[in-house]
T-cell receptor, first 113, second 114 residues
Framework: DVKVTQSSRYLVKRTGEKVFLECVQD?????MFWYRQDPGLGLRLIYF???????EKGDIPEGYSVSREKKERFSLILESASTNQTSMYLC????????????FGNGTRLTVT | AQSVTQLDSQVPVFEEAPVELRCNYS??????LFWYVQYPNQGLQLLLK??????LVESINGFEAEFNKSQTSFHLRKPSVHISDTAEYFC????????????FGTGTRLKVLA
């Protein structure tokens, strides 16, 4: 069974801090994704990666960056955290782009104060 | 523009009653369709998917969904719900439009009442 692990379930950070959210998958999937989930807005794509060192912007990339140095690991970086980035962050992976379902981690609930 | 709409943000239903959660999409290209379920404090789990073939797909826990191309819908149904079905349900679509992209609806919170 595919396992996607997000390193933190809850994080509290201060405005202006640099924040790293880590995600690891164990099924050798090429594709990895970062979403944020907000009530009433569903899931919105921040960034995705279809190979090591390859990344593409999603729908709401502003204020975020990503890193994928190894196939199994995909990191989301908030360069300077702001209160409007308080949210649930979900990492996901998939094998075949668009056809295969996404496998999600349990999420990281980030609060920026 | 490509989009996914879940019209109902919340659906309360009594235990053992039937339920339908609606999902409509907008697309001019081929689609793949998914339903995910999210239990409290967890990530999303795949419930069922439509890729091709039979338009009626079923999950192992009694849910089913029917792909209706003419109505661009993929509604989720269960004939008899249990308390344990209380969760948030997300419809998702991927579009064969250059780069595949997964688009999610805003979710429907199903609350099963005793």
């Amino acid at each position: 069974d595919v396992k996607v692990t997000q390193s933190s379930r809850y994080l509290v950070k201060r405005t202006g801090e640099k924040v790293f959210l880590e995600c690891v998958q164990d099924m050798d999937h090429e594709n990895m994704f970062w979403y944020r989930q907000d009530p009433g807005l569903g899931l919105r794509l921040i960034y995705f990666s279809y190979d090591v060192k390859m990344k593409e912007k999603g729908d709401i990339p502003e204020g975020y960056s990503v890193s994928r140095e190894k196939k199994e690991r995909f990191s989301l970086i908030l360069e300077s955290a702001s209160t409007n980035q308080t949210s649930m962050y979900l990492c996901a992976s998939s094998s075949l782009w668009g056809i295969a379902p996404l496998h999600f981690g349990n999420g990281t609930r980030l609060t920026v104060t | 523009a490509q989009s996914v709409t879940q019209l109902d943000s919340q659906v309360p239903v009594f235990e053992e009653a039937p339920v339908e959660l609606r999902c409509n999409y907008s697309s001019s290209v081929s689609v793949y369709l998914f339903w995910y379920v999210q239990y409290p404090n967890q990530g999303l789990q795949l419930l069922l998917k439509y890729l091709s073939g039979s338009t009626l797909v079923e999950s192992i826990n009694g849910f089913e969904a029917e792909f209706n191309k003419s109505q661009t819908s993929f509604h989720l149904r269960k004939p008899s719900v249990h308390i344990s079905d209380t969760a948030e349900y997300f419809c998702a679509v991927s579009f064969a439009s250059g780069t595949y992209k997964y688009i999610f609806g805003t979710g429907t919170r199903l609350k099963v009442l005793a």
